[in-house]
């Protein structure tokens, strides 16, 4: 497909893990990133991992990278009530990775 | 404290005025990046700029225009010639090396035309 796709909503209880899913759609993509967005503001950059990696772990946050199926996971373990925004996948192509898709996001929401 | 700002929070723009959305940072990144966003939707590029005096348009620059003067900042222009400007504008700054990438956006402008 031509998109960055993604479920667009996600309910967990509160610490529970949560895995949100993506797929995108260039090989050559150089990174590929997650972004968290909490209502009326601007992105934070949470994480971001390196084509050539399989996994990478930061805390409580682990990304996983499927090349052969381009499918990129986000797991926040022990998620909490402050986990609650719109997470945002995107890929970064062009030549020098400066050409960056977006996902349509995933809204998490997290149940006490 | 280091970081990148927009200004205004909100703006309104009448039928065939042209508006100019401020991104300042003090980062000392060489890369600036502006983005719309829409409602229930991802991020679109506008137009991005590696360095100063030099820029290129995104997926969606028509009707947009921007400068890249100084390092710090990266103005847009939303001309009349966009026809739905109403939506949310993000600014965003990069810089990259060998072993790290560093990214960070500025609040947002609400863009709404009267």
């Known amino acids: 497909g031509e998109d960055v796709e993604q479920s667009l909503f996600l309910s967990v209880r509160e610490g529970d893990s949560s895995v949100i899913n993506c797929t995108y759609t260039d090989s050559s993509s150089t990174y590929l990133y997650w972004y968290k967005q909490e209502p009326g503001a601007g992105l934070q950059l949470l994480t971001y991992i390196f084509s050539n990696m399989d996994m990478k772990q930061d805390q409580r946050l682990t990304v996983l990278l499927n090349k052969k199926d381009k499918h990129l996971s986000l797991r926040i373990a022990d998620t909490q009530t402050g986990d609650s925004a719109i997470y945002f996948c995107?890929?970064?192509?062009?030549?020098?990775?400066?050409?960056?898709?977006f996902g349509p996001g995933t809204r998490l929401s997290v149940l006490p | 404290d280091g970081g990148i700002t927009q200004s205004p929070k909100y703006l309104f723009r009448k039928e065939g005025q042209n508006v100019t959305l401020s991104c300042e940072q003090n980062?000392?990144?060489?890369?600036m990046y502006w983005y719309r966003q829409d409602p229930g939707q991802g991020l679109r590029l506008i137009y991005y700029s590696q360095i100063v005096n030099d820029f290129q348009k995104g997926d969606i620059a028509e009707g947009y225009s921007v400068s890249r003067e100084k390092k710090e900042s990266f103005p847009l222009t939303v001309t009349s010639a966009q026809k739905n400007p109403t939506a949310f504008y993000l600014c965003?700054?990069?810089?990259?090396?060998?072993?790290?990438?560093?990214?960070?956006f500025g609040p947002g402008t609400r863009l709404l035309v009267l």
């Open positions: 965003a700054s990069r810089m990259t090396s060998s072993s790290q990438e560093t990214q960070y």
């Open positions: 995107a890929e970064s192509k062009g030549n020098y990775g400066q050409n960056f898709v």
């Open positions: 980062l000392n990144h060489d890369a």
